[in-house]
């Protein structure tokens, strides 16, 4: 049973580049996550995608845009890539959007921007 | 407002020693709260929840942690701690009626042999 799988796991994009990042949610899961992780801190929660729907965003702009697939995957897209958006982005996936089912999280992109 | 505290950055245990990581909540309604490690350049790993009933909450790896209403607390424990428990703990909140997990700054967890 494969778990929340992502990709690249590494990459260097320039600043002003845009940049996707895939995630595969965990067999059975059918709600993905998007979560931003600065060196140092806890996550911040991106959006969640619910039936091919944004359903909650977090406190980031409109640079951050995403996708979910009639196979429940799922891709981050980041515009006019800033310094700052350098990070560990983490996919995470649950079954449903109920707020007590457990969240399960892939191994990150790590991206940095130079 | 929602917010997660974990008032420690660093928690220094001997081996063989039962270890406490502190977590308290601030949220309205009821809580949902979560406990997930992470080991260096990893994701997140999941570790344990509470959604209502016992407020004693096994997990993972030998963890449990008590949920405390009172004291808005959802501490993490383990009766004796091992090396490769070392790692950065974080406790997460989420209100019922909310999508978004919030999350405490993390807890650097070091064990020493």
């Known amino acids: 049973d494969a778990g929340v799988t992502q990709s690249p796991t590494h990459l260097i994009k320039t600043r002003g580049q845009q940049v996707t990042l895939r995630c595969s949610p965990k067999s059975g899961h059918d709600t993905v996550s998007w979560y931003q992780q600065a060196l140092g801190q806890g996550p911040q929660f991106i959006f969640q995608y619910y039936e091919e729907e944004e359903r909650q965003r977090g406190n980031f702009p409109d640079r951050f845009s995403g996708h979910q697939f009639p196979n429940y995957s799922s891709e981050l897209n980041v515009n006019a890539l800033l310094l700052g958006d350098s990070a560990l982005y983490l996919c995470a996936s649950s079954w449903g959007t109920g707020a007590g089912n457990t969240i399960y999280f892939g191994e990150g992109s790590w991206l940095t921007v130079v | 407002a929602q917010s997660v505290a974990q008032p420690e950055d660093q928690v220094n245990v001997a081996e063989g020693n039962p270890l406490t990581v502190k977590c308290t909540y601030s949220?309205?309604?009821?809580?949902?709260l979560f406990w997930y490690v992470q080991y260096p350049n990893r994701g997140l790993q999941f570790l344990l929840k509470y959604i209502t009933g016992d407020n004693l909450v096994k997990g993972s790896y030998g963890f449990e942690a008590e949920f405390n209403k009172s004291q808005t607390s959802f501490h993490l424990k383990k009766p004796s701690a091992l090396v490769s428990d070392s790692a950065l703990y974080f406790c997460?909140?989420?209100?019922?009626?909310?999508?978004?997990?919030?999350w405490g700054a993390g807890t650097k967890l070091i064990i020493k042999p």
């Open positions: 949220v309205s309604g009821n809580p949902y």
């Open positions: 997460a909140v989420i209100r019922n009626s909310n999508y978004q997990l919030i």
